[in-house]
């Protein structure tokens, strides 16, 4: 029998390699890669939750953050291909246009 | 057998997270993102979630996959900009000694907690696909119809904002 502390040790360690990626990385779509790992842990947690005090909550609930990362997804490369088409890179550090 | 599957999953998808994230070529990042999404959807088996494992492969690695890597190839990016952040020594430190703290904090906690009205014994009687729809259409009923709409404006924004602008006479 797994313990549910193992599935959530697993679930921190994507978390954190998640966050550090959206640190440390310049590339626009990497940074979004990095954040659909931190929702995949989440994911994780939540239903090794779900399992562990046997509700369904956990599951709807990953459910429904497997459907925002899709919206997120989709919304975040259209915005890539926006800023892209104006000649600017995906270098996040680039992309200043609306700082003042 | 399941804790040798539970170690095999979990080591994959810690692998590919981290070559995810330190990978040079935006495509193979990409593709180890696929190999990750793959290891948490068998994690998922194991917690008897058989409609999430689905629901992971077909919309994750099918559609929002699908959807990065396509971006990815009609950027047609280039390899040698900079590709960490010139301080990133400064996170890379402090994020694994938080890590290890983190991790040292969920080993010592008993996660006692209040059993829920949903048993092993009941989800596998009529399959998780039942259980999930059967709470789903009754209990998180709004939350679903909300979904559905955050999901159309999504689509919405996303057609406004990466459609060819129409040049102005």
């Known amino acids: 029998m797994v313990p549910l502390s193992a599935y959530v040790a697993v679930s921190a360690v994507l978390f954190i390699t998640g966050l550090l990626g959206v640190l440390i ?7 979004l890669m990095a954040v659909e790992i931190m929702l995949n842990a989440a994911n994780i ?9 046997e509700s369904m909550a956990g599951q709807l609930v990953a459910l429904f953050v497997i459907a925002i990362a899709a919206g997120e997804a989709a919304v975040g490369l259209a915005i890539i291909i926006v800023v892209f088409r104006g000649k ?12 003042w | 057998m399941i804790p040798v599957f539970f170690a095999y999953f979990a080591l994959m998808s810690m692998a590919a997270a981290v070559l995810t994230v330190a990978l040079k070529n935006p495509v193979h990042c990409g593709l180890a993102l696929l190999a990750l999404l793959l290891h948490v959807s068998g994690l998922f088996i194991l917690l008897n979630a058989e409609f999430l494992w689905a629901v992971q492969v077909v919309v994750y690695a099918g559609a929002i996959l699908v959807l990065y890597l396509f971006v990815l190839m009609l ?14 020594l400064y996170f890379l430190v402090p994020t694994v000694l938080g890590s290890f703290y983190v991790l040292a ?40 119809e909300i979904v559905g709409i955050f999901l159309l404006g999504a689509i919405i924004g996303a057609i406004v904002l990466a459609k060819t602008p129409k040049p102005l006479e």
Do not use: C, W
Request: net charge neutral; no cysteine; proline share 2%.
């Open chain 1, 88 to 99: 600017i890179s995906t270098n996040v550090d680039e992309m200043n246009l609306l700082k």
């Open chain 1, 25 to 31: 990385r310049r590339n626009f779509i990497i940074v």
């Open chain 1, 45 to 53: 947690n939540l239903v090794a939750f779900s399992y562990y005090l």
């Open chain 2, 105 to 144: 904090l969920l080993f010592k906690s008993p996660y006692g907690g209040a059993k829920g009205d949903a048993p092993a014994s009941a989800v596998l009687e009529g399959g998780d696909t039942y259980a999930v729809g059967m709470k789903m259409f009754s209990d998180y009923l709004l939350q679903f």
């Open chain 2, 75 to 88: 950027l047609n990016l280039k390899t040698d900009e900079r590709y960490f952040h010139s301080t990133y």
